[in-house]
């Protein structure tokens, strides 16, 4: 059993109708058919969002994506029409707040590896392969892989967790055409992301994206939705302290999960039991950490931004 401790009720907004309320994002529909994503404070961990919020979380990832949405539209289109707040929206939602496009989403998470860990490190321990891709011998946690690779999963309800698939499955599923295409825009998104990310000091050690199609005059066309290469949906490593062999130093939630998993949560993991809400230090260790993503990669302090 998981999900959420405490699940929030939405906020109720003229206009908009509420369709859905994730792990970090409330999903409207205004009135012209656009959707309305707006990414809350929440926070997540081992399959359960937490009690407890961290401020400015949602505003750094839609922030950061939206930097890197600018950055990445000359290989494939996004899905953000305007970041207006609607009208008669509470004040809490200026900067978290993106109208886009409508898509028919594709189900399969897009996740692009350059090095091993995770649940890659996981796979490959077992049998040498990640989602049925075959990998050197030799391989520890942390290491660069010999090119970055496409490790699909399919996408998981809140609570549950995201399943690794080979592209052969995918193909089943959507089309090989269809495959083929996706495969080849993650890895040609990851392999810009990795580049600008390396440029300023750090790791894109993997990333996972989610696309759709836009229908169009000339046919449908693929676009990059939700969020994109933020501390959630990626790992980001310091490159000057990157070692092959151990668990490397993250811009994440690895607070948050440390502490969870440690006696001074009395938290049992493998209970039923939900999780207990979270001290102020790890809180405010853990929303530095998502500042200092920002800062890093952008290289413009948060202070100019809110």
């Known amino acids: 059993m998981s999900g959420f ?18 792990k970090v994002r409330d999903l409207y529909r205004n009135e012209a058919g656009d959707l309305v994503m707006v990414a809350s404070d929440r ?56 109208v886009c496009k409508s898509l028919n989403m594709v189900q399969v998470e897009c996740v692009a590896r350059g090095y091993l860990t ?34 699909p999963a399919t996408k998981a309800a809140v609570g549950d967790h995201d399943e690794n698939v080979s592209f052969e499955e995918v193909a089943r599923q959507v089309g090989t055409e269809t495959a083929e295409l996706l495969r080849r825009t993650t890895l040609a998104v990851y392999s810009r992301a990795l580049d600008i990310a390396r440029e300023r000091g750090l790791i894109l050690a993997d990333t996972k994206f989610e696309f759709g199609f836009e229908s169009t005059p000339d046919g449908d066309r693929l676009v990059l939705a939700d969020e ?25 939630k690895q607070f948050v999960r440390n502490w969870l998993t440690s006696p001074a949560s009395g938290w049992d993991r493998k209970s039923e039991t939900p999780p207990p809400p979270l001290p102020q230090e790890i809180v405010d260790a853990t929303r530095a950490k998502y500042l200092e993503a920002y800062e890093l990669l952008t290289g413009k302090p948060w202070s100019d931004t809110f």
Not at 139 to 149: F, Q, V, W, Y
Not at 236 to 249: E, H, N, V
Request: aromatic content about 10%; glycine content about 8%; overall charge negative.
């Open 43 to 98: 926070i997540s961990a081992y399959d359960w969002v937490l009690p407890t919020e961290i401020p400015d979380k949602g505003r750094v990832l839609t922030q950061l994506s939206l930097w890197w949405f600018d950055r990445l539209s000359d290989l494939v289109p996004h899905h953000v029409l305007s970041t207006e707040l609607p009208a008669g929206a509470p004040a809490d939602w200026a900067g978290r707040t993106l």
């Open 228 to 252: 994109v290469l933020t501390p959630d949906s990626s790992r980001f490593w310091p490159a000057d302290q990157w070692q092959p062999g151990r668990a490397q130093p993250s811009y994440d």
């Open 118 to 151: 995770g649940s890659g490190l996981i796979e490959y321990d077992e049998s040498r392969t990640v989602c049925g891709v075959p990998l050197p011998e030799g391989l520890t946690d942390g290491s660069e892989l010999p090119a970055p690779i496409f490790t």
């Open 5 to 22: 401790v405490e699940k929030p009720e939405p906020v109720q907004v003229p206009g908009l109708t509420h369709l859905h309320t994730g």
